[in-house]
């Protein structure tokens, strides 16, 4: 990201006062299953990258990845979407309260935060 991507206003004087040309360098990169970049990176630049990756090269990789195995863990994980619009940025000078604790008749320990 440039700096005169972002828009005039005081918040962006406030955080970025004192940024160079780019805020972010990007280094955006397309690497195949091997780990090998056959595209980019696309340092400092405006770029789109296109790659062609051979998908025979993806039967062995996908074997290697378990998502929906033990890594699929409900009881660990959860992805939650708020889809309600709220600000990107939000200022606050207050302190937030202190998580709630309590623990349940299996001995787990629950954090409840009223934020």
């Given at each position: ?8 206003s005081p918040l962006t004087e ?102």
């Amino acid at each position: 990201m440039a700096k005169d991507d972002l828009p005039d206003s005081p918040l962006t004087e406030k955080f970025y006062a004192g940024a160079k040309e780019w805020i972010n360098a990007g280094d955006s990169a397309i690497v195949d299953p091997h780990g090998t970049i056959v595209a980019g990176p696309a340092h400092k630049t405006e770029e789109i990258l296109y790659a062609e990756i051979d998908s025979r090269l993806l039967a062995r990789p996908k074997w290697m990845l378990d998502v929906a195995g033990h890594y699929g863990r409900p009881d660990v994980f959860e992805l939650r979407v708020n889809s309600a619009a709220r600000p990107m940025l939000t200022i606050t000078d207050r302190a937030l309260p202190a998580p709630e604790r309590s623990t349940a008749a299996d001995g787990h320990e629950t954090v409840a935060s009223s934020r």
